[in-house]
């Protein structure tokens, strides 16, 4: 009965199995990384050289295929010399957990090779205002427009077809045309996470507008709303939940663009970083900065949905401070909804 429960359609798990699922959303795919670095049966298609034996042009720490290792054994079994040891090991780019954990603190602590490159912490704080700065000017834009395509039939009509016919194309291919108007430096990568994001976002928010209820709308016009009040104390509040929402997902598609948009031009910020050390070799470093990709992301998204609980708590059943002070803030308060 228990078991049936967990799989009731659309119902809420109880706290404990949420908590105890969350955990295991972390858990699993970290299991899966440690069976697959640390058994050497599961996978581990690699043998990394121990001795080299009478082998001249092995070297310890080498990493060879299986198959090529097992041959230089064989032949010096046949030719009476000194066989190669070693063990076996996954490829280069695929590291252990532990060392890619370690790589979380010396990736930070270990100074650039090339004068002029940046610190990783000065390449995350280069890509976060990349972002910060293009999904900014997108919203500022895109969300008015989106709200007006929703609530006016004629706006949509003009707006939303050429909207639809510009997301279809990638946003890469505008790169050389952004750096051609704006420059080499930070613009360019700053117009490819708008083009990316912008389009998407007019159309998402107008299909939330759009689905705000009508006997909202008759009620107010029943009261004798005006039409702006239609829009900015009906739809738009009717809505605001659910933008902030569209808000968040969109947040996470300006990160998708974030590693195209940082090759236009000069590379900088996290992609540059990635690229260096993918070029070093110490792909450690190269997880490193990905898991720090996904941290920060998943840490934005999980505080702009805890923001979002206390900002409508109507849709959370959850106690709410925020809650509590708005009603003490409105309590004896008459308040109207038009003027």
């Given at each position: 009965m228990a078991r049936a429960r967990l799989f009731d359609v659309r119902q809420e798990l109880p706290p404990r199995q949420r908590r105890l699922f969350g955990l295991l959303a972390l858990v699993l795919p970290l299991a899966v990384w440690s069976l697959v670095s640390y058994v050497p049966f599961l996978w581990h298609p690699m043998?990394?050289?121990?001795?080299?034996?009478?082998?001249?042009?092995?070297?310890?720490?080498?990493?060879?295929?299986?198959?090529?290792?097992?041959?230089?054994?064989?032949?010096?079994?046949?030719?009476?010399?000194?066989?190669?040891?070693?063990?076996?090991a996954n490829p280069i780019y695929l590291p252990a957990p532990h060392r890619v954990a370690a790589a979380l603190y010396s990736a930070f602590t270990t100074e650039p090779?090339?004068?002029?490159?940046l610190w990783l912490h000065e390449s995350l704080a280069m890509s976060l205002k990349t972002i910060l700065l293009g999904f900014l000017i997108s919203s500022a834009i895109g969300l008015p427009l989106g709200i007006l395509c929703g609530a006016f039939a004629a706006v949509s009509r003009v707006t939303e077809p050429f909207v639809d016919f510009i997301r279809y194309m990638p946003a890469p291919a505008?790169?050389?045309?952004?750096?051609?108007?704006?420059?080499?430096?930070?613009?360019?990568k700053i117009a490819i996470i708008v083009i990316g994001t912008f389009f998407q976002q007019v159309l998402v928010v107008a299909n939330t507008v759009r689905k705000a209820d009508p006997c909202l709308l008759e009620a107010a016009q029943t009261l004798g709303a005006r039409r702006r009040h239609l829009v900015l104390r009906v739809l738009v509040p009717a809505s605001l939940p659910?933008?902030?929402?569209?808000?968040?997902i969109l947040l996470g598609w300006a990160w998708t663009y974030l590693i195209v948009a940082e090759v236009v031009g000069v590379s900088s910020g996290i992609t540059f970083f990635i690229n260096q050390q993918a070029k070093y070799r110490n792909f450690e470093?190269?997880?490193?900065?990905?898991?720090?990709?996904?941290?920060?992301g998943l840490l934005s998204d999980q505080v702009l949905a805890f923001v979002g609980d206390r900002l409508f708590p109507w849709r959370n059943p959850r106690p709410s401070r925020v809650r509590t002070l708005v009603t003490r803030l409105f309590a004896g308060r008459d308040v109207t909804l038009f003027d």
């Open positions: 043998i990394a050289v121990a001795e080299p034996g009478d082998v001249s042009w092995m070297k310890p720490g080498q990493l060879l295929p299986r198959e090529d290792f097992a041959r230089e054994v064989a032949r010096m079994q046949e030719a009476g010399g000194i066989v190669p040891s070693g063990e076996r090779r090339l004068r002029g490159d505008f790169g050389a045309l952004m750096v051609a108007i704006f420059g080499i430096h930070l613009e360019p659910d933008l902030y929402n569209d808000l968040r470093n190269v997880y490193a900065a990905i898991v720090i990709i996904g941290v920060i």
